[in-house]
């Protein structure tokens, strides 16, 4: 059975500065971002499962990342833990949703912050069955 690629796109919104940026950037500013999660495997070939012929249950994937990533994620603030405390301190008393991380919220650390996640908690949302499954991920930030 050759191997397949299922693909569960999300979208949402975040806020975010860059830490010591050389532009505009370095302001709290806001992006719309695409996450595809892709889970790559043979579908179950099993007909007596109820996942019979899935490689991977797409309504199991959407919840799963949904509540872990996207509701999380969504309509909140990242900012690096190498921001100015103060800076920190007073977001955290306006924003009710904000993260403080300890990389560079670039869409690019972002995205390898969420697979670091969605590894972490993979097997939670993958039928027992299945094996060697991988995850990619890929977020595309949309020129606002
Ligand atoms: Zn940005």
Redesign the pocket.
């Known amino acids: 059975m050759p191997k397949i690629r299922v693909t569960k796109i999300f979208e949402f919104d975040t806020a ?1 500065t ?1 830490h010591n940026y050389d532009g505009l ?1 370095s302001n709290i ?3 719309t971002y695409k996450l595809h999660v892709t889970v790559i495997g043979e579908p179950i070939a099993d007909i007596s499962s109820p996942k019979y012929g899935m490689v991977v249950d797409f309504g199991v994937l959407k919840n799963k990342i949904k509540e872990n990533l996207i509701d999380k994620f969504d309509h909140s603030l990242i900012v690096s833990n190498s921001e100015d405390t103060s800076f920190i301190e007073s977001n955290k008393a306006i924003f009710k949703r904000i993260h403080v991380v300890d990389f560079q919220p670039t ?1 690019e650390n972002i995205v390898a912050h969420f697979a670091e996640l969605i590894k972490r908690r993979h097997r939670t949302f993958q039928p027992k069955a299945l094996r060697n499954i991988n995850i990619f991920r890929r977020m595309v ?1 949309r020129r606002q």
């Open positions: 975010h860059l950037c500013h806001g992006h869409a930030r």
